[in-house]
C-alpha cells in the first residue's frame, strides 16, 4: 500500500556530505512516521532518525549534531542530510514508513535500501 524508494548513497570520503533521499507513493496519508535505519554487514540494523507527521524528530546519539531529517509534503519524500561523515556511518540505508491502516492497525513498510560508504 506504501512504496518507498530510496537515493543519495553512495561514495565520499570523511569529513563529506550526502544527502538521502526517500520517495514515497500509495497510501501516503496513511504515513505517520518516517525513519531512517542502517546496517553494517554483521551488524544489527539501527535506528538513525525519524520523523512524524507533525514534524517531531528523533536521532540516535551516534549521529545528533551531523544528520538532519525532514520532508516535503508537497513531493511525499523525506531526506536525510548526512554532515561530518565518519567510516563507521557505512552501511546501507533504509527508509521506512510507519502507517495506520485503520484506527489500531499499523503497518511497516521498508524501502529497498541505499549503500553509503565513507572512506578515511
Known amino acids: 500500500q506504501v512504496r518507498l524508494v530510496e537515493s543519495g548513497g553512495g561514495l565520499v570520503q570523511a569529513g563529506g556530505s550526502l544527502r538521502l533521499s526517500c520517495a514515497a507513493s500509495g497510501s501516503v496519508f496513511s504515513i505517520r512516521t518516517i525513519g531512517w535505519y542502517r546496517q553494517a554487514p554483521g551488524k544489527q540494523r539501527d535506528l538513525v532518525a525519524t520523523i512524524t507527521s507533525g514534524g517531531n524528530t528523533n536521532y540516535a546519539d551516534s549521529v545528533k549534531g551531523r544528520f538532519t531529517i525532514s520532508r516535503d509534503n508537497a513531493k511525499n519524500t523525506v531526506f536525510l542530510q548526512m554532515n561530518s561523515l565518519k567510516p563507521e556511518d557505512t552501511a546501507v540505508y533504509f527508509c521506512?514508513?510507519?502507517?495506520?491502516?485503520?484506527?489500531?492497525?499499523?503497518?511497516?513498510?521498508w524501502g529497498q535500501g541505499t549503500q553509503v560508504t565513507v572512506s578515511s
Open positions: 521506512t514508513a510507519g502507517s495506520e491502516l485503520r484506527p489500531g492497525l499499523l503497518a511497516t513498510y
